[in-house]
């Protein structure tokens, strides 16, 4: 059974004004209730510690008079588009047309990141931006490997990230390791937490993977905060080496790239080159991701996402299967964790927190689970979106919480809602992602 | 020994706040099927409400502290009830049917909402409030002058915890409404079929798990004396573990599950290190779910090809 929850009747679409100002003013009435402590009143410790209070309501108001009249224009764009609504926003003729643009929209996107530094060559915000955008890619790509193809729900996937960053800022400040020897190394102890973490959770299945999965990451931090003598604490680590071009640094001395290519130092060779890292980075993620598709371990994964009860009466082994997703995804994490740290140079546990697996998890399902386009451009809209509120520091978060709930209620299977299949016999037709099943774990 | 009997006593109080969360978690799994991850914020938003009552009541003069604890309770059970409505009929409600993963990152976005939006209406310092239980018993003395404490405020956390739990357990087994939520825990089609209103159950679900999850709040207000916008996160995630650890979907077991997290936290910290509590709280979860998969007192899952 299926119950409509927009379900419009032709009563209460014919209904009119009198229909709306009643729903208009329920809603105004609820928030009225909902907003008239929290926001009518604020509190603040005073500094002897004596809670004080005043009145704000001037602004429960306004916030009750915007739910009145926000109510009224939702009810109107419902009545007006039909009470499926967000699908008629997109005709079928749109989606079936966005299909065949993403064919030459991945190229065309590739081009345009391999020029951006080119074009805004003296644009460090928009370099930095960049930079952070593809990283959050990679980590997208990454999680893919585990969540889209797999269909194992990881809630603590930054952990990895965690686990590759650290590595590389404690090797390379208590060793002296270049970043190239460490890179592959954190990359290798990230793929072993992931196997650590693979075997308690084998057995599980759905929600209880997630919560164990979601432990393991906070486990991860808490450790890290609290190990002082290694990590620094919730001090983190700082003075991480940059990153040199396979062993020659980008810095100002006579040893230098520029110096020894014999041009002018600029600050920006360094970010340039990053750029390119990450970019090298994530596109190997991309690459090995597209060719364990089509090997047989990546048919197992896509097999154990759908059933894994038949994939284990065809002989399928789950715990290698399992485990070698676990191991892939959390190896690409400890790779953007090596990079982040050193383009950071400075990390502490701040930058592990549930957020940043949430964040990550929202551009995988949003981009639409399996899809690598509709990943790398949901990390564009979500990391480029919220650059746009880097200014209203405060209800960035807030906005961004609102974005999720909204997108999952208006696209849940992400904006790729679409996959070719890895296999087939002559020809290859796309498949609706609604016949897919995903997360199931 | 005798300072193990006084961690006894913490604990058993912590778990009973525990459980009373771990409640709202497993009746909306066991109905719904879905982590509402926004539950432990709205524990905190229930906090936040008692703790602006209280002091609304204060500075209208009111002293008789039994009538203060008794408006405190029902207007943040009332209001917090009306923040679980709503959240339910927005975020989660049109996602029923979709699939897995989207109703569970939309209660990943009401939760980031749910803070922040505690955050900018009433800042990010610690909001302290001044003890209004004070007193208790000493239970025992031990000659080196260790002493038992039994504080006023831990007896009617655990006292509150207990009527709640007898009127809860009442309610589902004996009223119409606790049939209804049995039905549609069992199948949902089937028993819209026959005459349940499945849209309004699973709205009363929210709003009683909400109600639990505001008296939880206050308990820990007068408990500790202090709300914040992020505890919700992390009494989130306990509370979770409580109703995992249990078995989710079982109630006894949620109850149990929070007893179980509040003592080995308890104890871990009065025994080993405070930093750790947590990842000893973690760790349990995991060392129990890989050798009973469904908790203490869940049912197996049948596998269905």
């Known amino acids: 059974m299926t119950v409509n929850p927009h379900k419009t009747t032709k009563t209460s679409r014919t209904a009119g004004i009198p229909f709306l100002l009643k729903t208009a003013f329920i809603n105004a009435l609820i928030a009225l209730v909902l907003f008239s402590l929290m926001i009518g009143i604020r509190t603040e410790a005073g500094s002897d510690g004596q809670l004080t209070y005043w009145t704000r309501f001037g602004d429960l108001a306004s916030l009750v008079a915007a739910v009145f009249g926000g109510s009224i224009v939702i009810e109107l764009m419902r009545q007006w588009i039909g009470p499926t609504g967000a699908e008629k926003l997109v005709p079928a003729s749109v989606q079936s047309g966005m299909s065949f643009v993403g064919r030459y929209l991945a190229p065309a996107l590739l081009i345009f990141t391999l020029l951006v530094p080119v074009i805004f060559y003296d644009q460090r915000y928009i370099l930095d931006l960049a930079i952070l955008v593809l990283t959050y890619v990679m980590l997208g790509w990454g999680l893919n490997v585990v969540v889209g193809l797999a269909g194992l729900l990881d809630l603590g996937y930054v952990a990895f990230y965690a686990v590759g960053a650290y590595s590389y800022a404690l090797l390379a400040t208590n060793f002296g390791w270049s970043f190239w020897v460490c890179l592959p190394l954190a990359g290798i102890l990230a793929a072993f937490w992931g196997m650590l973490l693979g075997f308690p959770v084998l057995r599980l299945r759905g929600d209880y993977l997630a919560i164990v999965t979601l432990a393991f990451g906070e486990i991860i931090r808490l450790v890290i905060i609290n190990w002082q003598d290694l990590t620094g604490g919730p001090n983190g680590v700082s003075g991480i080496p940059r990153p040199s071009f396979f062993g020659i640094p980008l810095d100002n001395s006579d040893d230098g790239l520029a110096a020894k290519l014999g041009i002018e130092y600029s600050p920006t060779h360094r970010i340039v080159f990053l750029f390119y890292l990450i970019l090298a980075l994530a596109l190997l993620t991309n690459w090995v991701t597209i060719r364990l598709r089509r090997l047989p371990i990546g048919r197992a994964w896509e097999a154990l996402r759908e059933d894994e009860v038949a994939c284990r009466a065809l002989g399928i082994n789950t715990t290698t299967t399992k485990l070698t997703a676990f191991a892939t995804g959390a190896m690409f994490g400890g790779f953007a964790g090596a990079f982040f740290a050193t383009r950071q140079g400075f990390i502490s546990p701040e930058s592990f927190t549930f957020q940043e697996s949430a964040l990550v998890l929202a551009i995988v399902v949003l981009g639409g689970m399996g899809s690598q386009l509709g990943v790398a451009l949901a990390a564009l809209t979500m990391i480029g979106g919220f650059e746009l509120f880097r200014s209203l520091e405060t209800y960035r978060m807030l906005v961004f919480g609102m974005a999720m709930v909204l997108i999952m209620i208006w696209r849940p299977r992400g904006i790729i809602g679409h996959r070719s299949p890895t296999v087939y016999l002559t020809k290859a037709h796309a498949i609706s992602s609604d016949l897919v099943k995903e997360g199931h774990g | ?305």
């Open chain 2, 1 to 305: 020994m005798d300072y193990f009997a006084q961690q006894l006593i913490n604990g058993l109080v912590l778990g009973s706040i525990y459980g009373l969360i771990a409640i709202g978690y497993t009746m909306v799994y066991g109905i719904v099927g879905m982590i509402n991850f926004a539950h432990g914020d709205i524990f905190m938003i229930g906090g936040f409400i008692a703790l602006i009552t209280f002091l609304i009541l204060i500075s209208l003069g009111l002293t008789a502290i039994p009538v203060i604890l008794l408006v405190v309770l029902l207007v943040s059970m009332a209001i917090t009830a009306l923040y679980g409505w709503t959240i339910e009929r927005i975020a989660y409600r049109p996602l029923r049917h979709s699939f897995r993963l989207a109703p569970m990152l939309s209660a990943i976005g009401m939760s980031f909402v749910l803070t922040n939006y505690s955050q900018v209406a009433q800042g990010a310092r610690v909001k302290p409030i001044p003890p209004f239980i004070v007193g208790g018993y000493t239970l025992h003395e031990s000659p080196d002058g260790f002493v038992i404490q039994l504080s006023n405020i831990q007896i009617m956390v655990v006292i509150t915890t207990i009527v709640l739990l007898a009127i809860f357990t009442w309610l589902v087994s004996r009223t119409r409404l606790g049939r209804d939520m049995r039905a549609c825990e069992q199948d949902q089609t089937m028993a819209a079929l026959l005459g349940v209103n499945v849209d309004r159950t699973i709205s009363m679900t929210f709003v009683i798990g909400a109600a639990l999850a505001a008296v939880a709040g206050l308990m820990y207000l007068l408990y500790y004396g202090l709300v914040d916008f992020y505890m919700g996160f992390v009494a989130g995630i306990k509370a979770f573990t409580a109703a995992v650890l249990g078995g989710i979907g079982s109630l006894p077991g949620a109850m149990l599950g929070g007893l179980a997290i509040g003592l080995i936290e308890t104890f871990w910290s009065a025994y080993f290190s405070v930093e750790y509590k947590d990842v000893a709280a973690f760790s349990i979860l995991i060392v129990v779910l890989i050798f009973m998969p469904t908790g203490l007192l869940g049912r197996p899952e049948v596998e269905k090809v």
